[in-house]
């Protein structure tokens, strides 16, 4: 990837950003079996270059596999390392105010600051609930997920994504962190457990592609930190073709 992997952090860390990446990161605990299958689709699938980026659309798939006898860690932050090769290009678009947004929802941002949706599974005890997230560009430096339960209680707000471009790193060419609200982590005193998200986002070149590495790979890294003071850590890498 090398689009997918901007997805996955982008989205995927996009999308899922509104408590969904959250439980992606969660399964790695050691005295727990919990498991995640992830499917990502990137269209176009060739990078483009320097000279000419190519804009990507990112379209995720995964599922999450959590024992019911277990309580769900409160996930407190979300971290995304992104490979060189990718390209944010949020100071392109519309951006959306904050303070309008978690006022009044998406409906009031500028139509061409949409950047994509993501509809989730979940429960809350034997409840089962169906968030929906709007991804929205927040300018150069941020991205929005504006999330909304309706069960066990409403709750809409945005979940903010600070994006940082790592012009001096070798490795790494953009770090995303995505704060999560406590307010979407416990839901009317219940924690939510996450069992599936999908998730599909990108808009002419606001996601872009400028090179595939020699070894064919986009290599990503990501961490989840949890109200335990725990950190998870999180590897992966997906194939590109120049």
């Known amino acids: 990837m090398k689009r997918r992997r901007w997805v996955a952090g982008g989205v995927a860390a996009l999308v899922c950003a509104a408590g969904v ?40 798939r995964a599922k999450i596999g959590i024992p ?7 996930v407190q932050h979300v971290d995304v390392w992104f490979p060189r090769g990718g390209l944010y290009n949020g100071a392109k678009y519309p951006a959306c105010n904050l303070r309008l947004l978690a006022r009044r929802g998406p409906s009031i941002c500028p139509k061409r600051s949409i950047m994509g949706h993501a509809t989730a599974t979940a429960r809350a005890d034997t409840v089962f609930t169906y968030p929906k997230i709007t991804v929205i560009n927040g300018g150069a430096t941020k991205v929005y997920f504006y999330t909304v339960l309706q069960v066990p209680a409403r709750v809409a707000e945005p979940v903010v994504g600070d994006i940082v471009k790592l012009s001096g790193d070798p490795k790494w060419s953009y770090h995303l962190r995505v704060s999560i609200p406590k307010n979407l982590q416990i839901v009317a005193g219940i924690p939510l457990r996450l069992d599936e998200v999908h998730g599909v986002a990108g808009r002419g070149d606001w996601l ?24 998870v850590k999180y590897d992966g890498s997906v194939g590109c073709r120049s």
């Not at 020699?214 to 109200?227: I, K, L, P, T, V």
């Open 21 to 60: 990446l959250l439980a992606a990161l969660a399964f790695a605990q050691d005295e727990v079996p919990i498991t995640i299958t992830v499917t990502t689709k990137v269209t176009p699938n060739r990078a483009g270059t320097p000279k000419h980026p190519q804009g990507i659309r990112i379209d995720v």
């Open 68 to 74: 019911s006898d277990y309580d769900p860690p409160l």
């Open 208 to 231: 872009a592609t400028t090179s595939c590495p020699a070894d064919h790979r986009w290599r990503w890294h990501a961490e989840g930190s949890f109200s335990t003071g725990q950190v």
